[in-house]
């Protein structure tokens, strides 16, 4: 069965921080991947995107992930947190359909 | 427009009332979604639409759910005879085409609440 995982619901770290959100997915195939921030009130951004190639992908925000076929995971991370990067953030995979993971919140304490 | 639109972006009804969502895609983008977000879940697939195809109907919850799209333009969600559970964020979002990792772009939401 198809299925998207983010293991950790809440995350707090500090700002300057650095920073690493888990997914992991059952699929198939490779599927693509995304990794999506919602801000309150807000709809959903796309921070960044794999598709082939380079496992190691850039999004934007200073966020990257890396794509590791072994795992079946794809992580994001950033290497220094800024307050204005908590929100929530949903990885999700798919080849014609998108899945969703149950989202990881993100607090940053000053 | 420039992003998706969606409204209204907040709707508080009676239950057993009947609400109707609007999502106005990002012009051109084929592929048009709509997803339920409960408070603290992730994205429940409801339905999609591709052109003129016939929508996939898969992940509505109940016959009280339906969607309409007129060729590639807007879309109204219709949530007939609301219940409590309907109480969530209604997420639209739109793509050039479905499939082979098109991006979807999403809109704001409409939040609904059910009393």
């Known amino acids: 069965a198809q299925s998207v995982t983010q293991p950790d619901i809440h995350i707090t770290v500090s700002e300057g921080a650095s920073l690493e959100l888990r997914c992991n997915y059952s699929y198939g195939a490779t599927p693509y991947l995304f990794w999506y921030v919602q801000s309150p009130g807000q709809g959903l951004q796309l921070l960044l995107k794999y598709f082939s190639g380079d496992t190691l992908v850039q999004g934007i925000k200073g966020f990257e992930a890396e794509f590791k076929r072994s795992q079946s995971s794809f992580n994001l991370r950033k290497p220094s947190v800024h307050w204005s990067d908590a929100a929530e953030y949903f990885c999700a995979v798919g080849i014609n359909d998108m899945r969703f993971g149950a989202g990881t919140r993100l607090t940053v304490k000053p | 427009g420039a992003g998706v639109s969606q409204s209204p972006s907040n709707k508080v009804t009676e239950k057993g009332k009947d609400v109707e969502l609007r999502c106005d895609p990002i012009?051109?983008?084929?592929?048009l979604y709509w997803y339920r977000q409960r408070l603290g879940q992730g994205l429940e697939f409801l339905i999609y639409?591709?052109?003129?195809?016939?929508?996939?109907k898969s992940g509505l919850p109940s016959d009280r759910f339906s969607a309409e799209r007129t060729g590639e333009s807007v879309s109204t969600l219709t949530i007939q005879r609301t219940q409590q559970e309907d109480s969530a964020v209604y997420l639209c979002?739109?793509?050039?085409?479905?499939?082979?990792?098109?991006?979807?772009?999403f809109g704001a939401g409409t939040r609904l609440s059910v009393l």
């Open positions: 639409f591709q052109g003129n195809s016939a929508p996939d």
């Open positions: 979002a739109s793509s050039f085409r479905r499939g082979q990792g098109n991006i979807q772009y």
């Open positions: 012009s051109g983008h084929t592929a």
